[in-house]
């Protein structure tokens, strides 16, 4: 690493070529070996990858997949393959945890909204503590630049993208919850990213499959949508991400992620804006089905864009942006303005102060992984953002001759779940009491839902706001199946995890006798405090929780 100090040379002295590679991040599996990639079309293998670093040069990759060990690994590998320093980033806007397994998973931004409503001050503490534990959890496994917070305010319950992501439903609360975890982030050496600008918080419509539009007047943009990134921007934030949605008041021709007049004329101009402007993936169908994966990238710098995030074709982006370059369209100065600020930004990360010589192992790092502080604190914010109701706790006596309690999962995909296993608390506190497990998720046929539920029924649900799909059709699957239980008499108990909406919508269907419990967070930490509640099983703050 120490290397790295001296690894950013004058701007001068790199090839054209050299020079957009470093305005491109690319994405690639945090896992360590080819056979383990889970997204083939975004991820290249490994000679693929070492190609786009080491000889086309890319001036950083941002990293999915994979346990916080191998992102360990996979970081130095990474940083040996570059020619200059990379940016390592993750949108770990939940913590590290979130993405890597083994590091704190947070419940989500939202949940310490709910704190706020009744303590300011201790939620504002805990988004802090949110914000180091990230940042420090980070930079133990080589990530650099934490692609968060979220400052959109979400004040659409149909967000199907954005949803719990978010810091809160109005502009106040989310603006300084945002601050405080960026104010936590920055005791560390990373960079930080407030997004998506100018603010997708009231969109019913995945930018990840099609073009939303927000046809807000500018008025209403000025006290809702925009004082979190002029207060974020205010407060130092390293990066600001662009949205990608079209602001008729502002441009009703191009996204905002194409856009000039938002980019440059708004973002750069108006706000002030001296940091980096990152587009969201340039692989999203909202972009990459309208304007094609070359012309894209070439937009986007025009607009005033300086970090290409995820393009379809790393290689051919940078071809056509440099063809770009060479036929005049886009002058020599407009790359040097963007290399710029990425140069910044890089010196932040890699001078002598910030790079600790000589560097820690890697064993020696697992120390700042799912420390106790963290662990304590991710507890805490999950049993004071948790809610109840009904007759509480579930009393569960022997089922009768014949019988049995029946243990009913919901979620949207049960292959390809970071929060269910076979240890999962959902499946085994159950299991503990006599319930049998059974699953379903939206891929299972409807045909089979009236055979499945026999006996008295606990029903867990997981929904939330995810990228391609949103929770409206497991929320349909979901319904179906409350009814149902409902009419038959066989609901005992719901447990909701995720969904704030959801939970309201569910609470009007059920009996004032039916005890619930939701929680914000569908990680194993949130399975087993919502259960033990559930069942009156909530332990003492002495007592270890065995389902850590």
Known sequence: MSDLIQALPDIETLSLEEQVAQLFVVRASGHLFDHQIEYPDWEPPAAQLQKLVQEKGVGGVILVGGSAGDLMLRSQQLQSWAKYPLLIAADIEEGVGQRFAGATWFPPPMAIAKIAAAEPSKAQGYATAMGAYTAQEALAIGINWVLAPVVDVNNNPENPVINVRSFGENSETASELALAFMRGAQKYPVLTCAKHFPGHGDTSVDSHIELPVLRHSPERLETVELPPFQRAIAAGVDAVMSAHLCIEAWDSEYPATLSSKILTGQLRQRFGFEGLIVTDALVMGAIAKRYGPNEAPILALEAGADILLMPVDPAEAITALCDAVKSGRISRDRIRQSLTRIWKAKQKLFSPSTVVNPPISPTAQLINLSTPGAINCVENILRESQQIGGSLPLSVPPPESGEYWNNLLVTDSLVNSAFLNKQAPAIVMPKSKGYQFQAVDCSTPCRDLKAMATG??????????????????????????????????????????????????FKALLPPSIPFVFSYGQMRAAQAIALQTLFGLTPTPTQPNPFY
Not at 456 to 478: D, E, S
């Open 456 to 505: 008295k029924t606990l029903l867990q649900v997981f929904i939330r706001g995810n990228p391609f799909g949103g929770p409206a059709q497991v929320t349909r699957l979901a319904r179906e199946w409350l009814t149902q239980l409902l009419e038959t008499g066989q609901l005992q108990a719901v447990v909701i995890y995720g969904s704030p909406y959801v939970l309201d919508e």
